[in-house]
């Protein structure tokens, strides 16, 4: 039933899975899929098919509801890497206070269109991604709680998916209270999202007391020390009417411009683009000084600030529908493809911000470029389903 977040798979991906499995929990998520492709429903349809199809799955026994409070222990392995963090509900207030930091904005239409999934389903269907500085406390609930057998055990895309039940949750409560600041690795739009989704529900309910469950937000937190960032990669369908010759003048106003086999660059302050069927090699040649801000250093930010906006006229990436995004876990097999197959005229593959770079940047209270940081491997969706 576990399945991929639902903002990282394409259309015909949720269609092809919505069809080879009718547990998939993307009915949930993603339940446009259903439709026939011929069909344009309404966003209010979508919505009560995904609210239909989660009652569905809980009448038939598919889901489960547990029968107490609990706090779960959650580890994703890939290969020779683990991460194992602690699902439960953190409160909204900490989000709208700050204490849950952000490094992103979100765009007004994709909030909505979580917000109101939320509201139709009356739920929280996937994990807000958190981060935290670990603590020895942290780490011996971890370990204590793995030491009976796990709730769920299974291999999803290769990465093996492990969950084990903790009923001691006033010992994660006391030692979740010694952290100082929680961090939003992924699912800023989630986050925003749920505390939009809490304010109707708090408006509709004269009898409100702060209390109900609306008023939380169910997570996957991990401690930063485990986590593995990939590079969020460009690609943008025009060059802004420029040829080759003037695009390649303007890269080299700001950038080393050398020709290259490298698909991925090796060291920060590079990036790798692929052109014409060719990758070359663009090394940052300017000096921002010792007052640069964190922000100013990131890969990102030079790719933004240098390229994109002066020579491309991509001011703002999160609305110019001219740029897209492909994350790392897709490889830069995929930026070929999209250039090569005339999806895109220009693809940019990134060196990955790191995780001192967004936990710098989020205590400064600052925010990163959008889609800064790409983790991997993904939480699955329909693991936990948290009904407001």
Request: proline share 6%; aromatic share 10%.
């Amino acid at each position: 039933m576990a399945s991929p977040p639902y903002d990282v798979v394409y259309d015909a991906e949720v269609r092809a899975e919505i069809a080879a499995n009718p547990n998939t929990f993307l009915r949930v998520t993603r339940p446009e899929g259903e439709f026939p492709e011929s069909e344009k429903p309404s966003d209010e349809q979508v919505f009560e098919r995904g609210r239909q199809n989660l009652g569905q799955f809980i009448a038939d026994g598919v889901l489960a509801p547990d029968s107490e409070p609990a706090v779960y222990v959650y580890q994703l392995t890939s290969g020779d890497r683990s991460q194992t963090g602690v699902v439960a509900c953190c409160s909204l207030d900490d989000y709208d206070m700050g204490v849950i930091k952000k490094h992103e904005k979100v765009r007004p239409d994709k909030v909505a269109d979580r917000t109101n999934h939320m509201l139709a389903t009356g739920a929280h269907t996937g994990l807000i991604f958190l981060t935290f500085r670990k603590t020895d406390t942290i780490g011996d609930l971890i370990a204590e709680a793995q030491k009976g057998g796990p709730l769920y055990d299974f291999v999803a895309d290769g990465v093996r998916q492990r969950v084990w039940r903790s009923p001691d949750t006033a010992g994660w409560t006391a030692a979740f209270r010694k952290v100082p600041t929680i961090y939003i690795a992924d699912g800023h739009h989630r986050a925003e999202s749920a505390s939009r989704a809490r304010e109707a529900r708090r408006a509709a309910n004269p009898n409100h007391t702060g209390r109900e469950a609306y008023n939380y937000v169910m997570a996957g937190m991990f401690p930063a020390e485990e986590l593995n960032i990939l590079p969020y990669n460009r690609v943008v369908k025009d060059l802004n009417g420029l040829g080759r010759e003037d695009f390649f003048e303007g890269v080299r106003d700001s950038f080393i411009l050398v020709d290259s086999i490298e698909d991925r660059p090796q060291n920060p302050g590079e990036m790798s683009m692929y052109f014409e069927g060719e990758w070359f090699k663009l090394r940052f040649r300017l000096d921002l000084g010792r007052n640069a801000s964190v922000i100013e250093t990131l890969d990102v930010s030079l790719l933004q600030n240098y390229l994109l906006t002066p020579i491309l006229g991509i001011g703002d990436p999160r609305t110019d529908d001219r740029i897209a995004f492909v994350g790392g876990a897709r490889g830069t097999a995929e930026l070929k493809r999209m250039v090569d197959e005339g999806e895109a005229r220009v693809a940019f593959s990134m060196y990955p911000t790191t995780m001192d770079q967004l936990l710098a940047v989020s205590d400064m209270g600052e925010i990163m470029p959008p889609k800064s940081t790409w983790f991997e491997p993904k939480l699955r969706d329909g693991l936990f389903v948290h009904q407001i």
